[in-house]
């Protein structure tokens, strides 16, 4: 019996260890630039571009068919999309899902709506994969990865919220409180699948301060920690240590945002996927 993991470009991911895994891409749109959220992007290159270009700029979410073809000719299909709040990509899958459906009956097919996107997925999906390699039935792979993903948070450092604001994925009113520009934005994502502003941060030092004060807050005790960042290394990489001066035997893993992330994250943005 084949099985399949897949989920869109915002989990950062391009392969998985031990398990059957496709990302869908999503795209970044500028003026006749279109710019495919694969492995093969150059995500620098795209920022230098975007840096430039004075125009507006958009991202969209993969068709239905993209996410077909990412199933393959799987008999199950787990996987996990982006927050449905802040993008079609969910819907997209689960058209893809029914249409999967009745191309080849007996097979399974599961997308979560993870409420959330990079890091927290990236847990999701590690999740997914152990449950897999444990032989479960798809009844309990569905049920364990649900319970699963209410222990899970994602909270996020940016440097501006301008992106969002541009694009309507977050209102004005929550714009205009956080401040757009210049100002250093942590938040949460919260359990509806939005973008909550929580404290605005000067300064780099109390911003990843901030971020782990903020992570224990939301319940945090030392589980699974995984990290993604903007071309933020060394934020990354000193929020870590912290978590590690008080939790030694906490596994992280810190990796580099792709395309879709970056676009939204900018430059120097750090997202923070937890258990609690
Ligand atoms: O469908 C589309 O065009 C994609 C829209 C995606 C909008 C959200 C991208 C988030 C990227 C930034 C920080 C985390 C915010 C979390 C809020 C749930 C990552």
């Known amino acids: 019996m084949k099985i399949k ?14 398990v059957d895994f496709s990302a869908v891409p999503l795209r970044i749109l500028a003026g006749d630039r279109e710019y495919v959220d694969t492995h093969e992007l150059d995500v620098p290159g ?11 700029s958009c991202t969209a979410c993969p068709g239905v068919e993209d996410w077909i073809s990412a199933f393959g000719d799987a008999d199950i299909v787990y996987g996990a999309a982006i927050t449905s ?16 459906l009745e191309r080849k ?39 364990e990865i649900k319970a699963y993903m209410k222990r899970t948070q994602l909270i996020f450092s940016l440097e501006s919220l301008a992106n969002f604001a541009k694009n309507g994925r977050i209102s004005p009113t929550v714009a205009a409180a956080a401040g757009l520009l210049g100002i250093r934005v942590v938040g949460r994502a919260s359990d509806e699948g939005t973008l909550e502003p929580m404290h605005k941060c000067r300064g780099e030092a109390k911003t990843i301060s901030q971020l782990f004060a903020t992570m224990k807050k939301l319940g945090f005790r030392g589980g699974k920690v995984r990290l993604s960042h903007s071309y933020n290394e060394g934020a990354a990489e000193k929020l870590a240590e912290m978590i590690r001066s008080e939790f030694p035997e906490c596994d992280i893993r810190i990796r580099l945002n792709r395309g879709l992330c970056c676009y939204y994250a900018e430059v120097g943005g750090l997202l923070v996927g937890f258990e609690a």
Request: hydrophobic content about 40%; proline content about 2%; some cysteine.
């Open 46 to 56: 795209m920022l230098k571009d975007l840096k430039a270009y004075k125009g507006k």
């Open 85 to 100: 709040n802040l993008s079609g990509c969910w819907n997209s899958a689960s058209v893809a899902a029914k249409e999967y």
């Open 105 to 143: 009956p007996g097979a399974k097919v599961f997308i979560l709506d993870s409420l959330s996107t990079g890091p927290e997925m990236e847990l999701i999906l590690e999740k997914y994969a152990e449950l897999i390699r444990e032989e479960k039935d798809f009844e309990a792979v569905c049920d």
């Open 5 to 18: 993991l897949v989920a869109d470009s915002s989990a950062n991911l391009n392969s998985m260890e031990g």
